[in-house]
């Protein structure tokens, strides 16, 4: 059938008594959007051709051949050549090419292609009689390199088809790749039409990459874009950038959902395509002119490809016909092979000439962004051009390009595989496939968090939802029964200081006396409510009131309990047994001294260095420069004082007093300095446990305070409302008999005063 049809277009030409040259055209008409206007453009160019009377005794007759397949294109040579054709342009593809140029050889028929593009078809001993218009993929290779270096996107994966054009471009990245300084991961390969990507489309997100380079045709773009979107593969981070097959504006006309997909999809890629020529050009602008009163509205690059390979064609035969006047019968195979190959013509593309392989020897790429209206001064457009590259001067970018996360920034290319990641408002540990999530920083109202800070016993989210009831062991548990335990010893310390005023007459509590009562409760007071500021993130609030409140009460309690003791010495140690007034201004200013060494410090630390929130091994902790040092002297002192008075106290043990006060004196002591002992090297031995780190300390601090108050307070509120409701009025209030006191009376010696006092003498 179309041999017939070839004959009978002869026939017509040769009716009208005309010189004809056939020149063939096989070309596709189906896979890609942009060879469509192939046809279109060849034909302008022979009606171009011979309107301008440019072979002045001849005239070119275009015979068409469509051909999606290597069987189509064969027979087309075969039926060109049988027919009395020159010449072709075509075929479309690489893959027909390869097969097609080794018949077109054997037939000693020459061949131009304007769009396959594999470096296999630069081999002269295979193919002789193949020649392209444009440049082959090593050229494009080259382009895409220098692209890749030049916004230093230096780690990369290849996603490519299995047919020629694509795997001989994978190959080819990514041999000049690695001589350049570029990584490439990981090539992964898939068959033309398969629909079955995830495997595939999983390999790429395993490498980490964030850089895809795609090497295929349309149809298997659209499929691998709808697997990438199924799986959130699209987008920022990901940068998608493409060669020639995929820089076609048409792919993304049809109005259907699937292409919309596909346009959210691949938006700010880039891709690299022969350039269709000089936009300011004045030939370029007449043949778009023409295109579109044939109905092309948009124009591609392989069109002028194909109309300057018709030029080449009518240049050469201009040479061999009417400048060197060959007979017609004598202008065919390898003569008009070796002139197409001398051909030097500017033509819409720009300078067309070839090498002793039949490639073009000068080369020119468009750069184009798939930004879709989005950038600045080119909103009415969907693909813009942003720069070019020749084979004389390289790369030369003209403006940005907007890039997938919409902003005109050179994309990250470091690879940044999947990132578990805890999230403070969502209250969910989970994992960014895309690698996007960046830590937040801590010290600050982090949202974004390490997994593993999740139940780490420390909190670093500011609604402490790292470290909720889900976690075991619990710091929010934690908090409540440490904070029941606290609210509840405050309450009672509240309740005790009131009993003890309300009952400061009773003979308990005037013996011991109110002010030594009130500094104890006191102290415990304030030395559980410092519990609280242990609770939550480290800011810089609690950082500084937590130490001023622990070390101030526990000054007042040993100083409380160190002052007594001296007193209790001081009075039952008299030899002489003179009288000794104690009274409790005195006691108010021994207590004070012993807490100016614990204020000067603390103004000091705070005024210099206060402790304050501070990332330590990427937690928020609070901390100093000089947190040893102080808290060095700090301890120091209280052991010195601990150790002092607990001297006394065995040194006073046997000594005689009301209501074994120096035995419960002696035994507070004991209590606290082996407390200390303990407790503070555990807090040291666990400090890379920072839950029983801060449950110890917390258990330390109750344990501080509330023992003494058991061991002290206790004793007389249980005297007063349980030993002593039998007793008359009289015998509660009065102050005991002491065996040291009754000695003292068998001698004849008062000493009454120097013992007790209603008011502000006493023990």
């Given at each position: 059938?179309?041999?017939?049809?070839?004959?009978i277009?002869?026939?017509f030409f040769?009716?009208?008594?005309?010189?004809?040259?056939?020149?063939?055209?096989?070309?596709d008409?189906?896979?890609i959007?942009?060879?469509?206007?192939?046809?279109?453009?060849?034909?302008?160019?022979i009606?171009?051709?011979n309107?301008?009377?440019?072979?002045?005794?001849?005239?070119?007759?275009l015979?068409?051949f469509?051909?999606?397949?290597?069987?189509?294109?064969?027979?087309?040579?075969?039926?060109?050549s049988?027919?009395?054709?020159?010449?072709a342009?075509?075929p479309?593809?690489?893959?027909?090419?390869?097969?097609i140029?080794?018949s077109?050889?054997?037939?000693?028929f020459?061949?131009i292609?304007?769009?396959?593009?594999?470096?296999?078809?630069?081999?002269n001993?295979?193919y002789?009689?193949?020649?392209?218009?444009i440049?082959?993929?090593?050229a494009?290779?080259?382009?895409?390199?220098?692209?890749?270096k030049?916004?230093?996107?230096?780690?990369?994966v290849?996603?490519s088809?299995?047919?020629?054009?694509?795997?001989g471009?994978?190959?080819?990245?990514?041999?000049f790749?690695?001589k350049n300084?570029?990584?490439?991961?990981?090539?992964?390969?898939?068959t033309?039409?398969d629909?079955?990507?995830d495997?595939?489309?999983?390999?790429?997100?395993?490498?980490?990459a964030?850089?895809i380079?795609?090497?295929?045709?349309?149809?298997?773009f659209?499929?691998?874009?709808?697997?990438?979107?199924?799986?959130d593969f699209?987008?920022?981070?990901y940068?998608?950038?493409?060669?020639d097959?995929?820089?076609s504006?048409?792919?993304?006309?049809n109005?259907?959902?699937?292409?919309?997909?596909?346009k959210?999809?691949?938006?700010?890629?880039?891709?690299t395509?022969?350039?269709?020529?000089?936009?300011?050009?004045?030939?370029l602008?007449?043949?778009?002119?023409?295109l579109?009163?044939?109905?092309?509205d948009?124009?591609e690059?392989?069109?002028?490809?194909?109309?300057?390979?018709a030029?080449?064609?009518?240049?050469?035969?201009?040479?061999?016909?009417?400048?060197?006047?060959?007979?017609?019968?004598?202008?065919?195979?390898?003569?008009l092979?070796?002139?197409?190959?001398?051909?030097?013509?500017?033509?819409?593309?720009?300078?067309?000439?070839?090498?002793?392989?039949?490639?073009?020897?000068?080369?020119?790429?468009?750069?184009?962004?798939l930004?879709?209206?989005r950038?600045?001064?080119?909103?009415?457009?969907?693909?813009?051009?942003?720069?070019?590259?020749?084979s004389?001067?390289?790369?030369?970018?003209?403006?940005?390009p907007?890039?997938?996360?919409g902003?005109?920034?050179?994309?990250?290319?470091?690879?940044?595989?999947?990132?578990?990641?805890?999230?403070?408002?969502?209250?969910i540990?989970?994992?960014d496939?895309?690698?996007v999530?960046?830590?937040?920083e801590i010290?600050?109202?982090?949202?974004?968090?390490?997994?593993?800070?999740?139940?780490?016993g420390?909190?670093?989210?500011?609604?402490?939802?790292?470290?909720?009831?889900?976690?075991?062991?619990?710091?929010?548990?934690?908090?409540?029964?440490?904070?029941?335990?606290?609210g509840l010893s405050?309450?009672i310390?509240?309740?005790?200081?009131?009993f003890?005023v309300?009952?400061?007459?009773?003979?308990?509590?005037?013996?011991?006396?109110?002010?030594?009562?009130?500094?104890?409760?006191?102290?415990?007071?304030?030395?559980?409510?410092?519990i609280?500021s242990?609770?939550g993130?480290?800011?810089?609030?609690?950082?500084?009131?937590r130490?001023?409140?622990?070390?101030?009460?526990?000054?007042?309690?040993?100083?409380?309990?160190?002052?007594?003791?001296?007193?209790?010495?001081?009075?039952f140690?008299?030899k002489?047994?003179?009288?000794?007034?104690?009274t409790?201004?005195q006691?108010?200013i021994?207590?004070?001294?012993?807490l100016i060494?614990?204020?000067?410090?603390?103004?000091l630390?705070t005024?210099?260095d206060?402790?304050?929130?501070?990332?330590?091994?990427?937690h928020?902790?609070?901390?100093?420069?000089?947190y040893?040092?102080f808290?060095?002297?700090?301890?120091?002192?209280?052991?010195?004082l601990l150790?002092?008075c607990?001297?006394l106290?065995?040194?006073t043990?046997?000594?005689?007093?009301?209501?074994?006060?120096?035995k419960?004196?002696?035994?507070?002591?004991?209590?606290?300095?082996?407390?200390?002992?303990?407790f503070?090297p555990?807090?040291?031995?666990?400090?890379?446990?920072?839950?029983?780190?801060w449950?110890?300390?917390?258990l330390?601090?109750?344990?501080?305070?509330?023992?003494?108050?058991?061991?002290i307070?206790?004793?007389?509120?249980?005297?007063?409302?349980?030993?002593?409701?039998?007793?008359?009025s009289e015998?509660?209030?009065s102050?005991?008999?002491?065996k040291?006191?009754?000695?003292?009376?068998?001698k004849?010696?008062?000493n009454?005063?120097?013992?007790h006092?209603?008011?502000?003498?006493?023990?």
């Open positions: 059938m179309i041999t017939l049809r070839l004959l277009l002869t026939f040769s009716f009208f008594n005309c010189e004809v040259i056939k020149l063939g055209l096989i070309y008409d189906q896979l959007p942009a060879l469509k206007q192939v046809l279109t453009s060849v034909e302008i160019a009606e171009d051709i309107n301008s009377n440019f072979l002045k005794n001849f005239e070119i007759q015979l068409p469509p051909a999606s397949n290597e069987e189509d294109a064969n027979e087309a040579v075969k039926n060109l049988m027919v009395g054709a020159f010449g342009i075509g479309a593809f690489s893959f027909q090419s390869t097969i140029a080794i077109a050889s054997f037939l000693e020459p061949l292609s304007n769009s396959a593009t594999a470096d296999a078809l630069s081999k001993s295979i002789p009689y193949f020649l392209r218009t440049p082959k993929d090593s494009q290779t080259q382009v895409i390199v220098d692209l890749l030049y916004f230093n996107l230096n780690d990369i290849i996603f088809t299995t047919e020629a054009y694509s795997v471009l994978a190959q080819s990245v990514t041999d790749a690695s300084g570029l990584r490439v991961r990981t090539v992964v390969y898939f033309p039409g629909k079955n990507l495997d595939k489309i999983k390999i790429i997100q395993g490498s980490a964030r850089i380079l795609n090497f295929m045709f349309v149809e298997d659209q499929n691998s874009k709808i697997t990438a979107t199924n799986l699209t987008g920022s981070p940068q998608n950038i493409a060669s097959s995929l820089s504006a048409t792919i993304y006309f109005g259907s959902q699937e292409i919309q997909d596909l959210f999809a691949s938006f700010g890629m880039t891709s395509a022969p350039r269709t020529g000089d936009p300011n050009s004045k030939n602008k007449i043949f778009i002119k023409k579109k009163e044939r109905g092309v948009v124009l690059g392989y069109s002028t490809y194909a109309y300057d390979a030029w080449v064609y009518a240049i050469a035969l201009h040479e061999l016909l009417e400048v060197q006047n060959l007979q017609i019968s004598e202008v065919r195979g390898k003569m092979l070796e002139q197409l190959k001398l051909t030097k013509y500017n033509g819409l593309t720009g300078l067309v000439n070839f090498d002793n392989n039949g490639d073009r020897d000068f080369k020119i790429y468009s750069l184009r962004n930004h879709q209206g950038l600045y001064g080119y909103e009415n457009e969907l693909i813009s051009e942003f720069g070019i590259w020749t004389s001067s390289g790369l030369n970018i003209s403006i940005q907007l890039w997938s996360d902003t005109t920034n050179f994309p990250d290319s470091t690879p940044k595989g999947p990132v578990e990641y805890y999230s403070c408002s969502r209250k540990t989970t994992t496939l895309r690698g999530i960046i830590y937040d010290d600050d109202n982090p949202e974004f968090l390490p997994s593993n800070y999740y139940c780490d420390i909190i670093d989210c500011n609604n402490w939802s790292d470290e909720d009831f889900s976690c075991f062991p619990s710091l929010e548990i934690a908090f409540i029964v440490t904070g029941i335990i606290a405050l309450f310390f509240s309740i005790a200081i009131i003890l309300k009952n400061k007459k009773r003979g308990r509590v005037r013996v011991t006396g109110l002010l030594f009562l009130g500094l104890i409760c006191v102290a415990c007071f304030t030395g559980c409510c410092s609280f242990l609770f993130k480290a800011n810089n609030f609690n950082c500084t009131i130490y001023w409140i622990i070390l101030l009460s526990s000054s007042i309690l040993i100083g409380a309990l160190c002052t007594k003791q001296f007193r209790i010495w001081r009075v140690g008299n002489t047994l003179q009288v000794v007034y104690v409790e201004k006691l108010a021994y207590v004070f001294c012993i060494p614990d204020l000067g410090l603390l103004i630390w005024v210099i206060r402790p304050r929130p501070l990332i330590s091994d990427s928020l902790i609070c901390d100093s420069e000089y040893y040092i808290i060095g002297f700090f301890l120091g002192y209280r052991a010195l150790v002092t607990s001297v106290a065995f040194i043990r046997k000594f005689p007093s009301a209501f074994s006060e120096s419960l004196l002696g035994f507070a002591l004991y209590n606290l300095t082996v407390t200390s002992c303990i503070i555990i807090l040291l031995a666990i400090e890379s446990e920072p839950f029983m780190q449950l110890v300390g917390a330390f601090i109750l344990f501080f305070f509330v023992s003494t108050f058991i061991i307070v206790l004793p007389k509120i249980w005297g007063i409302a349980i030993l002593d409701r039998t007793k008359s015998e509660r209030n102050l005991p008999d002491t040291f006191r009754r000695s003292l009376k068998e004849g010696i008062n009454d005063q120097s013992l006092s209603s008011s502000d003498r006493v023990i």
